[in-house]
């Protein structure tokens, strides 16, 4: 078989800018992604490409090069399942809010669901690549399904996790580290895991795509993202102790990075880590070895989202303390809402917490994010269900200029690293607040010699005041 034809089910953060590229890379192979949410397609479909659903930086010009050409967006999931040769699933797997393992386990039913509908429409041979990040094992609950429900067409399930991080997806999936195929070891398998090795190989130099069992490639997703949040957790919690010591957080980075065993990536202490993925794959890896009656590998993993939980409140707390112990009535500026820069994703953004916290002490927050949207900062606070809706909307302002949403405020607090705000006019806003007049840095962006001297008071994460 050659695939000419591939669907993937989900277009989401991972669906639509992977599709993407594989459309750019691939001209000879029919693309098309499909979701239920209709909203979502149409905006994919926008003519505008400033439209598209997902800010990425690069995505929009690819998505112009290819849309309508091989690369399509559809709510038809009946057609595309039917027509392709490869279908990949990418469909969200959050932590589950109900039931047994609520809290912890990946709630599959939207990847069940997609399994019964490819076997209920499926009338040809299928390869069924798993892009969502999965519960290692799920290959075989997959298969289960696709033999006991289908019509007679056999499926090779493969296992394709993405290491794509937001705000540079474009650049990690034109050049990624490695790509991670994992599939069956009998002869099936292998053709199965050749055809997706010849789609990468379109651009992915040959040593860099690994394929392995299949077992082994689900369980190096959750344990790649486990690893890389477990270095956050770690530096957030030598901060702390920074804090207490007249120690500098960056300089003890720099110190320990340049050992060539450490190295000196995801370093950088901050409020606390944030996105969609981090805190739900190390919660689903505690889950799986607690199942498994692996209570020390479970503790160990999930001290990385205590220390993670603990960040956040911390820097909170230290806002309060510094205020005198109290922020009732008045007014802290937040700049930053997405989980980090260059992203409108604001899913599990430690801005939220940060702001729940403070609502509870009666504070007003006023909100600037480049990119995220009014409704998104309040979706996410009405989602915690700590207050309701109108009492958010009483408390919380969101703001489309900056400098409006720090006028007359006691702090600004930065939650993400936005590039823009190292160049705004500092002096103005310092102007235009309550004095004194505070910065609490979640992200050690700003220059603090600077904004010394225009006569704020600086607090950043990991270094005494
Ligand atoms: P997302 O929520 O942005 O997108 C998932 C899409 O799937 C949604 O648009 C939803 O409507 C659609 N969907 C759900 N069930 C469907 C069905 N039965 N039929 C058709 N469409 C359906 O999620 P995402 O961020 O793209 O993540 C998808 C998966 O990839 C998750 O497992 C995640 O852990 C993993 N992942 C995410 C990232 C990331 O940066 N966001 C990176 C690597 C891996
Ligand atoms: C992460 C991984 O980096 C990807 O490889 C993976 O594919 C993805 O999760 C996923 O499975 O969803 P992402 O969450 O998009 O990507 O972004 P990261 O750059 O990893 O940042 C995650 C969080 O950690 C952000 O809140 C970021 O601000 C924080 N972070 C990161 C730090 O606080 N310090 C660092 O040094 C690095």
Request: hydrophobic fraction near 35%.
């Amino acid at each position: 078989m050659k695939v000419k034809n591939i669907c993937c089910i989900g277009a989401g953060y991972v669906g639509g800018p992977t599709m993407a590229v594989i459309a750019k890379k691939c001209p000879e192979i029919k693309v098309t992604v499909v979701d239920i949410n209709q909203a979502r397609i149409a905006a994919w479909n926008d003519e505008d490409v400033n439209n598209i659903p997902v800010y990425e930086p690069g995505l929009g010009e690819i998505v112009a090069e290819s849309r309508g050409r091989n690369l399509f967006f559809s709510t038809d999931v009946d057609g595309a399942i039917d027509e392709a040769d490869m279908i990949f699933i990418s469909v969200n797997t959050p932590t589950k809010t109900y039931g047994e393992g609520k809290g912890q386990a990946a709630d599959l039913k939207w990847i069940e669901l997609c399994a019964r509908q490819i076997a209920r429409v499926a009338k040809g041979d299928k390869i069924v690549v798993e892009k969502s990040t999965l519960p290692v094992r799920t290959a075989s609950t997959l298969k289960d399904i696709l033999e006991h429900t289908g019509n007679g067409p056999h499926f090779q399930i493969l296992s394709n996790p993405e290491f794509l991080a937001e705000g540079t997806a474009v650049q990690d999936l034109l050049e990624p580290d490695r790509v991670l195929i994992g599939g069956s070891q009998d002869e099936g398998g292998q053709k199965a895991i050749q055809e997706l090795v010849n789609i990468y190989a379109h651009w992915v130099p040959k040593e860099k795509i690994l394929t392995t069992n299949v077992w082994s490639s689900e369980l190096s997703k959750l344990t790649a993202n486990a690893y890389l949040a477990q270095r956050v957790s770690s530096i957030n919690s030598l901060s702390e102790l920074c804090e207490h010591t007249e120690a500098d957080i960056n300089e003890v980075a720099k110190a320990i990075g340049t050992d060539s065993r450490i190295g000196p990536k995801f370093l950088k202490a901050s409020v606390g880590f944030g996105g969609s993925c981090f805190q739900k794959d190390i919660l689903n890896l505690v889950y799986i070895s607690r199942t498994y009656g692996l209570h020390e590998v479970a503790d160990y993993w999930e001290q990385v989202i205590l220390m993670n939980d603990h960040q956040k409140r911390r820097f909170a707390k230290k806002i309060i303390r510094t205020l005198y112990n109290t922020v009732s009535g008045k007014k802290i500026s937040f700049l930053g809402w997405a989980f980090k820069k260059d992203t409108n994703d604001t899913r599990e953004s430690a801005a939220i917490y940060v702001a729940d916290y403070l609502l509870n002490e009666q504070s007003y927050i006023a909100v600037f994010d480049p990119k995220v949207k009014s409704e998104q900062v309040f979706m996410d606070l009405d989602r915690l269900n700590t207050r309701n809706p109108e009492e958010n909307r009483k408390y919380v302002k969101t703001e489309t200029d900056p400098y409006k949403a720090c006028e007359g405020s006691h702090a600004v607090a930065v939650l993400t690293e936005w590039d823009e705000f190292t160049g705004y006019d500092w002096q103005r806003i310092y102007d235009s607040m309550l004095k004194p007049a505070h910065v609490f840095d979640g992200r050690n962006l700003l220059d603090k010699d600077k904004l010394k001297s225009i006569g704020f008071q600086v607090h950043v994460i990991g270094s005494s005041d």
